[in-house]
């Protein structure tokens, strides 16, 4: 049953693009054809989604001169070899300037097409159509791209906004269990670093959401969406209030730089990341120890990790966190919790505080 | 003995950057100092450029965590992979966003730092500091940077503009003729696509500046720098104007790309590009055969190739310039005189008219 649709758009000037938010999107064609302007469509897409919804989106593109990309599945993929394959299409196909790409897939797919299309002749259009929950509430909304280096995440990308995003939750019918809730890790986020009235709508929400109630999830994406589109109009480039999106992040690059990208899942990363910064947040007197509690409780209920299960040695973990992007001249920065609900950037909380909880989660 | 100095200012908005052009430069700390806001700075060279001037740069430097990376020499070289030898260099010293790089040698270098510098944690600060003429005049001016692919020059890269560009003009010294005439190629582009007093003035002096007159040279290459600066100022992203800067390039680099890039020199190429597209224009009723004759006589003393040596058929000559990223959507567009002086973008010159070049120039 079709339910809500909700539009948001994304406020950066020239740069400003709309984000499509609900059910059955995909069997309308104006979503897309509104948003390319030349004749030359490159679809990438990866060997997991592409059976599934490639043909779909293909019928929504009878206008165009359309070519497809199919990446292999997965987070060890995205790299700038991996980008130079879409270059390689692109310039096979003769695509020029006028030429739009579209992300098809999750997280890996966006991130890495949208840096192809940011550094493709300096720069082209892109489209995302996020399938993952992920990816729809996360890595789609506010123009970062990138790939991955050997030596540390995302370390090699641009800026680039799309001409629009498109997110049909139908296509969370076919995502598993375990990605799903690596979604709802970012989603959960939101609440806790901004915004308490999500944080309560989750709480109550959590087990309706996690049974894939449709309604529920337009609403939580479109939350999870405006949120952070208000963040990035405010500071698209990260020199400010942006940083706050990486609650749980430095933490959670670490444990996946350390254990190996693919050993968690992004989401479940971040998840275990965000209890750890609620811990220190606790140790540093401005949480208490029952809201660390509702923390762990609302992470578990959407059946997401809070401890690290491998070996990390402390010193690994820390090491893996200075060279994260958020380190300044090497102290490393980390988004607390100011309460649930508010957070700020601290680089001065206390060094023993750090070193325990660090200690208290590696074995 | 010292010369006359000149700085001009690149209008982007909050994007502006100096250019300071003269003799000596590279004694004096405050050029670099003022322009570098972190501690880590990391020196791309390479190998033909470091030994003569790495030395006096890094003098200038005590103040900083100073890190360098030597690539190999050539255009052959600017690729991708090289660009990830640099990714690997940053990431080694563990280098943050917060670090500034300094392109010290060529375009091809200043073209794979400036990218590097783009992509790099999505963006971190870069100087130019341009030690050929070419790139003095051309490449480090006006914020493309970018790399080749196996299937087109300069197919991936980024808008990327510098903080400063610092050009000593002693560093010519040492370039041998043939890079210098290379060089040549582009100061004779700004006078006959727009400024038909610095083609006369260019017309009186090409033999001084060819036997090196220090105080032409500071002239010439000021001269063509404010020409090139006026027009990104008004077109940063080429969706204009800028496009007339690529006059005689897609000539140009059809010849490179069809003989191989490294046979001629990029300047060599353009040179015969101009020469072509000057022919065309002839044939198109613009320009009379002493125009052309002018064009040709100026590009001769300069010690430029007016005619392709090597053999290349008609068809891979039109091949590779279709894939030029110039063209929209299959049609080759061109920059065309309309007098000496002055020119345009065209793509509905007369077919035949262009075969007709195109034979002629081909064996």
Redesign the interface.
């Known amino acids: 049953m079709v339910s809500n649709q909700k539009i948001l758009n994304v406020e950066l000037g020239a740069k400003s693009y709309p984000i499509y938010i609900g059910s059955n999107l995909l069997s309308q064609k104006s979503y897309l054809e509104n948003h390319i302007s030349?004749?030359?469509v490159m679809i990438v897409s990866n060997s997991t989604v592409a059976p599934i919804y490639l043909d779909k989106v293909i019928k929504l593109l009878d206008k165009f001169n359309v070519e497809v990309t199919i990446l292999p599945d997965g987070e060890q993929y995205k790299t700038?070899e991996t980008?130079?394959i879409i270059?390689?299409a692109l310039?096979?196909a003769?695509f020029?300037?006028?030429a739009t790409m579209i992300a098809l897939g999750g997280g890996v797919v966006g991130d890495i097409t949208g840096f192809a299309a940011?550094?493709?002749?300096?720069?082209i259009n892109f489209i995302q159509i996020p399938t993952t929950l992920l990816s729809q509430v996360d890595s789609s909304v506010g123009g970062?791209?990138?790939v991955n280096?050997e030596?540390?995440k995302?370390?090699?990308?641009?800026?680039h906004q799309p001409k629009a995003v498109i997110i049909d939750v139908d296509t969370l019918e076919t995502l598993n269990e375990r990605e799903f809730s690596a979604g709802m890790a970012e989603v959960i986020k939101y609440g806790l670093l901004g915004n308490v009235d999500f944080l309560l709508e989750l709480e109550k929400n959590v087990d309706a959401i996690m049974n894939r109630d449709k309604n529920l999830i337009i609403n939580a994406v479109s939350r999870s969406c405006e949120d952070k589109a208000n963040i990035v109009a405010e500071d698209e480039?990260e020199r400010g209030k942006r940083s706050l999106l990486n609650f749980g992040h430095t933490f959670g690059h670490g444990i996946e730089n350390v254990l190996g990208y693919g050993t968690y899942l992004h989401g479940e990363a971040i998840s275990i990341g965000m209890y750890m910064a609620a811990k220190l947040s606790e140790l540093e007197g401005n949480l208490s120890v029952g809201d660390v509690e509702r923390v762990k409780n609302i992470l578990t209920k959407a059946k997401l990790p809070c401890n690290i299960e491998g070996e990390v040695s402390s010193e690994n973990l820390i090491k893996a966190m200075?060279?994260d992007?958020k380190?300044?001249?090497?102290n490393i920065r980390l988004v607390l919790l100011k309460y649930l609900g508010d957070s700020y950037l601290s680089d001065s909380y206390s060094k023993e505080n750090f070193q325990q909880v660090i200690s208290n989660f590696c074995q």
Chains 1, 2 share one sequence.
């Open positions: 030349g004749k030359q700038l980008t130079n270059f390689d310039l096979k003769k020029d300037r006028s940011a550094s493709y002749q300096r720069g970062k791209t990138g280096h030596l540390g995302n370390m090699v990308g641009a800026f480039f200075s060279i992007k380190a300044i001249d090497g």
